[in-house]
């Protein structure tokens, strides 16, 4: 009998977070679905200071490696270099590079069978997807999409696309009960446009959890799509 091959899984890091601290940040989801599942970490094409934006890590001082540097996928703002997820933007400043990079990614280091974004990465993870589902070629179909701490987003008509999509793809929800960041229901509307939604919450913040309990709702809903 052949051995099961894991499933390929491309990451989007969220707002300010570097690749080095994204990857550091799901460590304990890898090591849950060691065998299982291979996770592809990607952060945005932007740098940010790390005095920007809600999301990240803690300030510190000096440059950097370009693997530690802090992310992010778009701003919304036309001069500084922030975001704002809850908020209507005045730009989606780098949108543009971000849907590329993406589209690099999936074209150089796929084939995937699925997408997990986190934050501002579940938003655009969902976009990505929308926009697959009207025929951009650049964005293939996953099997499936994992999205921790997601929302819709805002500004330059990207919600209609999410809003007026029933996406045809089985997804996984994951957010928390006191996330200060992502409230719970901005997660919730995003669910609503995927018919047979599952959704998987936590008493914590916002963060990608990983317990044991947890740990056992991500094995069911990938075992679903292992050969």
């Avoid at 090591?31 to 996770?39: I, P, T, V």
């Avoid at 996928?73 to 989606?92: G, N, T, Y």
């Avoid at 849907?99 to 974004?117: H, I, M, R, S």
């Avoid at 701490?149 to 805002?154: A, T, V």
């Amino acid at each position: 009998m052949a051995e099961r091959q894991p499933l390929r899984v491309l990451c989007l890091a969220g707002f300010r977070q570097s690749e080095r601290g994204f990857r550091e940040k799901t460590g304990a989801l890898r090591k849950a679905l060691r065998g299982r599942a291979e996770l592809v970490c990607l952060s945005g094409p932007h740098p940010v200071a790390e005095v920007a934006g809600p999301e990240g890590v803690e300030p510190d001082s000096g440059p950097c490696p370009p693997e530690e540097q802090p992310r992010g996928w778009w701003f919304s703002e036309e001069e500084a270099d922030v975001f704002s997820a809850l908020e209507e933007p005045r730009v989606c400043r780098g949108l543009e590079e971000a849907l590329e990079t993406v589209a690099q990614a999936l074209n150089k280091l796929g084939p995937f069978d699925g997408l997990l974004g986190f934050s501002q990465g579940a938003a655009l993870a969902a976009l990505v997807c929308a926009l697959g589902q009207t025929g951009d070629l650049r964005f293939p179909l996953p099997r499936f999409i994992i999205l921790v701490s997601g929302f819709c987003p805002r500004g330059l008509g990207l919600k209609e696309p999410i809003l007026h999509s029933t996406f045809s793809l089985p997804s996984l929800h994951v957010f928390g009960d006191t996330d200060r960041v992502i409230p719970s229901q901005e997660s919730i509307q995003l669910a609503s446009q995927f018919p047979g939604a599952i959704t998987l919450t936590h008493s914590g913040g916002h963060f990608i959890p990983a317990t044991a309990c947890q740990r056992q709702a991500y094995l069911k809903f990938l075992d679903q799509f292992a050969e």
